[in-house]
């Protein structure tokens, strides 16, 4: 008798705890954007832990990143910062949370790009979202396109073997999935050389991986961070990268517009931001955190470590580099039939 | 190597690798135990845990929880009808019956030995043979995914317990839920009625712990006003399995062992394909098919043995090429990056002490998860005489749990229910989950690798793929699944009316 009440009692107990954690979900909202701002002490801000979303899982490529950087901003803020991992949608659920988030200050988010630009600018999801949503604070991860083929591959020496092979041959290339940029490089080549890259999508980088090394797919179509480590571990070799300037990473490797071809960038980049509405002073208390964290040698050297460049550019810069690529999507709307 | 070994040893023997382990284990059991809770969920939650920790600790504690979690999901599926993980859901089908006829606790006995044995074989695979193997991975493209969901869902008539008809129709169920979502090849929403979160399509887990769990919940809900007394009678199985019962089973363990680490190593199949895909060849080389179903000891070893043999399996490809082998292993490539350890030969050379001493952690966690399982049991079972008015509303509980925490949505705990209350819709019309669960793996692997491989053959689809010797060979083994039963059937039919005419008594 004694044990069924207190299971009874332990089961109570629980979904007491979910209800309270429910409700107070529910009551957040409730307290306005602007009225939240006035009655909470500015000067003091922050003074409670920073919600951080992430429109991708733990684990994830973005995640990983995320909790890197984190603590290194949380001494500057000294407060602290809590991932939320809200995954799905192609990264709107996460996106769209933290569009709906109080205006307080308390809530940013990671923006993922081309995906954010492409969920917006592809008419079947009708959506009416743009950059102006958003109030930046600043890029955390910037990873230039870069096209690579199998370590062993005979046909295709340098980055000149292989278009002019593709301007003869239909030939497949990886990519992250439709209009990501992978897919946007593929199709601005075939748009102004005229080669037949065909785009056989995936899931990630590492099926992508395992269909190129294991010469299911002809050529990798992805980003410098992956080639790199690919080609350290003698898989893949590097013939181009989509940047503006020669990667670090990759030393010897040109860029295409160094190849003599048009001067196609693509990137896959993700850095923070708020929705817009935010208190002026208190996005640029934030920024100024993340930009002093974000160059924290430590911190560049543990991401440089998996492959990836940190370019903490803000404001304006932030928002010119988000408008080009934006515009080189736009500029291929009809290839995609948009 | 074997002197990186010997330095691992001496890791994982540290005082710190040991709680790591011991935690993992006890964790990962628990909440593969309990309904609606999966492992994936359970790694998940903790890799933040394992940000602040050494590599070593925290990489055994991730493998440890993710081999126990598998193992533990076995033990509600066998007491309760409802699978713990994804993974165990093709052991419901035995385990519970046995569970009915009074032989849970030997049921537990035959999922425990097989589940380490699977877990040991796959370690050990993944300690000596984890480059060749992982070449042979490689093998494996888009058109051997899509022949091997084709050939996965060949199971699917043999899965329906009454009739073929029901068991294709759900299957027919499981593969449009299957196509909701945006396409991967054009970007298109499809059947998504505009709800964002319909877009990346109907989350596996939610779904699954519907049908099973909630069905299962509403179905005891209908006996209890009826004063019955629960169905289960006294559990009286011997836990350990007697000397005739292991060697019964030992070809299908084995047997089963091996497919779970080749369905592990293959990208994006995880435990969930394997525990069937053994469960159905299990079946189809058992001299006695008919017994699957009705609470047989090769039903609960076969799939058991398998998703413990996934977890290695799956770091092969994982560890060597970065390419996780399940949705776990994407998981917990993710602990291992954070730790900076990027996957390559690196792990084997450089980092060789850090990877040979999460190897051992995995072997050994499958150790002590079989020693922990056996010790435990005896209590284990009691939670079947557990009064329904209180078990019933913690499954609930639990499901609602997991169903959220998977992907921190609410979204996921609606969909678990409405699959739920269509579960029991199903089951009081004489339709089996289990068709609509396969297929809903099954059906996007075989639908992606499908069109990609058109995409990959550039326009000759037929010799592309008659120039692939693996393709060939599945192919041919896919006639042979569909073919063989009807054959056979016709054999029996022919050589009973023999017998008949020759005036041999029936057996």
Redesign the interface.
């Known amino acids: 008798m004694n044990k069924?009440k207190f299971?009874?009692l332990m089961?109570l107990a629980?979904?007491l705890v979910?209800m309270a954690g429910c409700s107070a979900n529910e009551t957040e909202p409730s307290t306005n954007g602007e009225t939240a701002s006035e009655t909470s002490n500015d000067e003091s801000y922050p003074n409670k832990p920073i919600s951080v979303i992430i429109a991708y899982?733990?684990?994830?490529n973005t995640?990983?990143a995320a909790?890197?950087l984190l603590p290194y901003v949380e001494e500057e803020l000294g407060v602290p910062l809590n991932?939320?991992?809200?995954?799905?949608?192609?990264g709107?659920?996460g996106w769209?949370e933290f569009l709906n988030a109080p205006k307080d200050g308390y809530t940013i988010g990671y923006i993922n790009t081309p995906n954010l630009v492409?969920g917006y600018l592809?008419p079947?999801?009708?959506r009416d979202n743009s950059l102006d949503d958003f109030d930046l604070i600043a890029n955390h991860v910037l990873d230039y396109g870069a096209i690579a083929v199998r370590a062993d591959d005979e046909r295709f020496k340098t980055i000149d073997d292989l278009i002019e092979y593709a301007k003869e041959n239909?030939v497949?290339g990886t990519t992250t999935?439709?209009?990501g940029d992978d897919h946007i490089a593929q199709l601005r080549l075939n748009d102004s050389v005229g080669t037949d890259f065909?785009?056989?999508?995936?899931?990630g980088?590492?099926?992508m991986?395992?269909?190129v090394?294991?010469g299911?797919?002809d050529v990798f179509f992805d980003n410098v961070g992956s080639v790199t480590?690919a080609q350290?571990?003698?898989?893949l070799r590097a013939l181009a990268v989509l940047a503006p300037e020669r990667s670090k990473f990759l030393p010897d490797v040109p860029t295409l517009e160094e190849a003599g071809y048009p001067a196609i960038v693509t990137s896959s980049a993700r850095g923070l931001a708020f929705a817009k509405g935010v208190d002026e002073e208190k996005v640029k208390i934030v920024t100024d955190a993340f930009v002093k964290a974000l160059n924290n040698p430590e911190h560049i050297k543990?991401i440089e470590?998996?492959?990836y460049l940190v370019d903490s550019m803000s404001g304006e810069e932030y928002l010119n580099f988000l408008k080009s690529d934006e515009a080189g999507i736009i500029e291929i709307k009809d290839v995609?039939g948009w | 190597m074997m002197d990186m070994i010997i330095l691992a040893l001496e890791q994982v023997f540290t005082v710190a690798t040991m709680i790591g382990l011991f935690v993992g284990v006890s964790a990962g059991m628990i909440v593969g135990a309990l309904p609606g809770l999966s492992a994936t969920m359970a790694v998940?939650?903790l890799?933040?845990l394992t940000?602040s920790m050494g590599p070593i600790p925290g990489l055994v504690m991730l493998v440890s929880i993710y081999t126990a979690g598998i193992y533990g999901g076995s033990i509600s599926a066998i007491l309760l009808h409802t699978p713990g993980t994804p993974s165990s859901a093709a052991t419901v089908l035995d385990g519970y019956e046995m569970t009915k006829q009074g032989r849970g606790l030997e049921a537990i006995g035959i999922s425990t030995v097989a589940s380490v044995f699977g877990g040991v074989f796959s370690g050990l695979a993944l300690l000596f043979l984890a480059p060749p193997l992982s070449t042979i991975?490689?093998?494996?493209?888009?058109p051997e995914f899509f022949l091997i969901a084709v050939f996965g869902l060949t199971i699917i008539a043999s899965l329906a317990a009454d009739s073929i008809v029901k068991g294709l129709l759900s299957g027919v169920f499981g593969l449009i839920v299957g196509l909701i979502g945006?396409?991967?090849?054009?970007?298109?929403?499809r059947f998504s009625f505009?709800i964002?979160?319909?877009?990346?399509g109907i989350?596996l887990v939610p779904a699954m712990i519907g049908l099973f769990s909630i069905s299962q919940v509403l179905s005891q809900l209908e006996t209890l006003r009826i004063a019955k007394k629960h169905e289960i009678g006294d559990i009286k199985g011997k836990l350990i399995p007697s000397w005739k019962n292991l060697k019964a089973i030992a070809p299908t363990v084995l047997f089963s062992s091996v497919i779970g680490l080749f369905v592990g190593m293959l990208?994006?199949a995880g435990g969930d394909i394997g525990s069937w895909v053994g469960y159905n060849e299990a079946k189809r080389f058992s001299k006695n098919p008919e017994k699957f179903g009705k609470g047989c000891i090769e039903g609960v070893a076969a799939p058991e043995a398998a998703n413990n043999a996934v977890t290695g399996g799956a770091l092969i490809?994982m560890f060597i090429?970065?390419?996780?082998g399940s949705a776990v292993a994407?998981?917990?490539?993710?602990?291992l990056?954070?730790q900076?350890l990027?996957p390559?030969?690196?792990l084997f050379t450089t980092h060789g002490v850090i990877t040979y001493s999460v190897i051992i952690g995995l072997i050994l966690a499958n150790i002590v998860m079989g020693i922990l399982g056996l010790l435990t049991a005896k209590h284990l079972i009691k939670v079947t005489n557990?009064?329904v008015v209180?078990l019933m509303?913690?499954i609930v509980?639990f499901s609602?749990?997991g169903s959220y925490a998977i992907?921190?949505?609410m979204?996921d705990v609606y969909v678990m229910f409405a699959f739920g209350v269509g579960g029991y819709l199903m089951k009081k019309t004489g339709f089996h989950p289990a068709p609509v669960v396969l297929a809903m793996i099954l059906g996007p692997l075989a639908e992606?690798g499908l069109r990609?491989t058109l995409?990959?053959a550039?326009?000759n689809v037929f010799t592309y793929l008659l120039g692939r010797p693996i393709s060939v060979t599945l192919m041919i083994l896919i006639v042979i699944a569909i073919v063989s039963p009807i054959i056979l059937d016709y054999r029996k039919k022919n050589s009973k009316k023999l017998k008949v005419e020759n005036g041999v008594p029936e057996e």
């Open positions: 069924k299971l009874l089961v629980l979904s979910m899982s733990a684990g994830g995640d990983i909790r890197i991932v939320i991992n809200k995954p799905g949608g192609g709107w659920t769209t492409t592809n079947e999801f009708n239909q497949t999935g439709y209009a065909v785009a056989v999508h995936q899931a980088t590492s099926e991986l395992a269909a090394i294991g299911h797919v480590i350290e571990n003698g898989e543990r470590d998996l492959g995609l | 998940a939650l890799i933040p940000y991975s490689l093998k494996f493209s888009e945006t396409d991967l090849l054009t970007g298109f929403p505009g964002t979160n319909m877009q990346s989350s990208p994006g490809p090429l970065g390419i996780p994407a998981v917990l490539l993710g602990g990056m954070i900076g990027v390559g030969r690196a557990v009064p209180i509303p913690a509980l609602i749990v992907n921190n949505n979204f992606g990609r995409v990959m550039k326009g």
